[in-house]
């Protein structure tokens, strides 16, 4: 089986990365691993420079460009993976040209306008967003830089695990959520180097649950019509994506939105932490009484992958 | 002169909490160093274990008690340090006797609950607070350990800053919150070791500006009715603070509480971190333009020194 990234992408990227993205740390919490029955070692991305793993796979795909980023940088994104791209190329000395949904959270949008990057709103249908995107590329020539079907993006967002792997030694499971499946290949790629024996899980909206219904089928089905509070986990898998989770996956667990508040109360009450909600659901994926009875994991590594909240969005 | 507390206490308390205190991130952001001014090196030690710094010194008081420790711990606090002594205690398998005032915030009473510690409430005043935990030690024959005039609370809060300035290389100043004074004490002697040259400031609500008119007369002045958001820094300077501040002290920067306000909505909107009011003194007094003014100072090294804020009061 060949996919689209190997570990040594995952590996360079690292080096390439380093002093550009955040160490971010890993914070653990004894009231979490009682409720979890087992050792929960997160990895706090929601700390990470524009609040989320996005600005890993979006820096280094921005370097990789060379002078293929002259006229500057397109994406289109709900918010975390704009931001990401508006601040990598305000770091290049390029310009940003952002697509987002008109319903994206301000608190991304406005993150968006401070790394000086120009946005053209557009409907938040699929449609609406690629004949968008494919306007703004014509007007601008600049190079497009796709949220996760990506080969460098995906190693970029691979560097997460890659440091939490490095750092807190003997994990038995890792766990990351799957929007676009981004993060979650990178991160299956990286665990199955660094923690050979490791099972690798992914987390996922029920209200948009297209990769545990693509897992069962075999078959990549597209998410239609999502319902769910996690705003960063809307989108369909990729074509590089989907093979790279389909050879990793152990298994998809499915958490509900009330599932996902409770895990963003629990982060705030014990770490001090605002994440979002799509940041949250490993943490409720860990927390269901079907995970904790799964054998053989004392210690899981996830992923708290964002911590972009509208304040009045606080569900505390 | 000499010093309740030396370099090498801090020293063997960091090698002593090793593995029990969280080696907190340290942050930064491009737009806060913007408003700064210069580059601003941000210890988040809101995301300590309890969510405040005061775990590493209540747990190094603990530690060093020994079998003094055996019938229970017991001290007086708003919040952190309860927190922080009542899950020292827990660790140690002793109880932990605590006495609050009953305007302490809700975050911070259910933190003490949550570690299984026993809560004596008390009227918010000096007075109540003594004769209540006299009789709490009288009743239960456990050990005191005092929120910041204690030499073990000291060197164990002076590990934030050793850790600080082993990570981070140069400072040319480096700043703490003043309540009672532990946490800048212990910041001081671990500056004055690690960064010979580096400047050391307090940081004060102007609502409690005790420490600010000590420093001014040149002897210890009583705090008597504080007035700020800063619930973490009502208290007095203690007689083994004092002395250290008056000696090591560049100066006090007062700040208002809206000062505080808005340094903790730019940590929310920037760095994704609810920091309380009395852990955002610093970033507050780091953005007044008289701070701003002050030549020599590239690189500042500053304490988020907790995050503990009831859901309900925050100002954003």
Known sequence: MSHAVGFADIESAA?????????TPVASSPEIDGLAGREVLMKCENLQHVGAFKFR???????????????????????????????????????????????????KVQGVV?????????????????????????????????????PHVIAGQGTA???????????????????????????????????????????EPSGADDAARSLAAGELIPQTSPDTICDGLLTSLGELTWPILRDHLEGIITVSDDE?????????????MVVEPSGATCLAAVLKPEFNEREGIDRIGIILSGGNVDPEGLPF
Chains 1, 2 share one sequence.
């Open 114 to 150: 401070s790394h000086e990057a120009e946005i053209t709103f557009c409907e938040p249908t699929l449609e609406a967003r690629i004949t968008t995107t494919e306007a703004v590329l014509e007007r601008t020539g600049a190079a497009f830089i796709h949220p996760f079907d990506n």
């Open 15 to 23: 080096l390439r990365l380093e002093g550009v993205v955040f160490r």
């Open 57 to 107: 796979g979006a820096s280094n795909a921005v370097e990789l460009l060379g002078k293929g980023a002259e006229k500057g940088i397109c994406t289109h994104s709900s918010g975390n993976h704009a931001q990401a791209v508006a601040l990598a190329a305000k770091r290049r000395g390029v310009p940003a040209y952002i697509v987002m949904p008109n319903t994206a959270p301000k608190i």
């Open 260 to 272: 996902v508040l409770r895990a963003m109360k629990l982060l705030y009450n014990h770490l001090g």
């Open 161 to 203: 695990a890659f440091e939490l792997l490095q750092e807190v030694g003997k994990l038995d499971a890792v766990m990351a959520p799957i929007g676009g499946g981004g993060l979650l290949s990178g991160t299956s790629i990286a665990t199955r180097k660094l923690a050979p024996n490791a099972m690798i899980f992914g987390a």
